[in-house]
Antibody, heavy 122, light 106 residues
């Protein structure tokens, strides 16, 4: 069965960096777009980024463009989110989610991980 | 693309028919999807491409609409349906979500 497991969430100071990981299993990882989506506690969902099969097709929300970098290692069935210059407003649960296999289905996310909490505070 | 989801919350009883609407600021054809999120859980895809039921989702859920106006309908609310529902557009990045509709027990 499809499984996505995020890790790497932590308490970090403003201006700091963090790298989130998402371990995927149960499907052909390289065939699918992968997304990061976050949710501030008690609030709604915010799509952040996706990457295509070979890291060549990526997209970002304006709120994280230039600070966050998405990447994947298909040999390790893993997705990553490098987060730099973190701000208090980046405090949220971060989910990795599987998209479709075509660019027009990239953001149609049918499987999600359980999320990992990032807290940005001094 | 701005998403306007309504209502933001509603109270309903088991067996009720529930309708949630999502309006987008521009034409997105049918690139509109619906998710259910139960407390403490990750969202779950219910409907994609406006009206296609995701595998494993009960048939009491249905979606309709195209262009800028979309609807999620639950034909007969069940106890496990009390949750928050989100619409999302994938016509262009960023894949914006609606603000959510919390369905509560009356």
């Amino acid at each position: 069965q499809v499984q996505l497991v995020e890790s790497g969430g932590d308490l970090v100071k403003p201006g700091g960096s963090l790298r989130l990981s998402c371990a995927a299993s149960g499907f052909s990882f390289s065939d699918y777009y992968m997304n990061w989506i976050r949710q501030v506690p008690g609030k709604g969902l915010e799509w952040l980024s996706y990457t295509g099969s070979s890291n060549t097709y990526t997209a970002y929300a304006d709120s994280v463009k230039g600070r966050f970098t998405i990447s994947r290692d298909n040999a390790k069935n893993s997705l990553y989110l490098q987060m730099n210059s973190l701000r208090a407003e980046d405090t949220a649960t971060y989910y990795c989610a599987r998209g479709g296999s075509r660019v027009y289905t990239a953001m149609v996310t049918d499987y999600w991980g359980q999320g990992t909490l990032v807290t940005v505070s001094s | 693309i701005q998403m306007t989801q309504s209502p933001s919350s509603l109270s309903a009883s088991v067996g009720d028919r529930v309708t949630i609407t999502c309006r987008t600021s521009q034409n997105i054809n049918n690139y509109l999807h619906w998710y259910q999120q139960r407390p403490g859980k990750a969202p779950n895809l219910l409907i994609y491409d406006a009206s296609t039921l995701q595998s494993g989702v009960p048939s009491r859920f249905s979606g309709s609409g195209s262009g800028t106006d979309f609807t999620l309908t639950i034909s007969s609310l069940q106890p496990e349906d009390f949750a928050t529902y989100y619409c999302q557009q994938s016509f262009r990045t960023p894949g914006t979500f609606g603000q959510g509709t919390k369905v509560e027990i009356k």
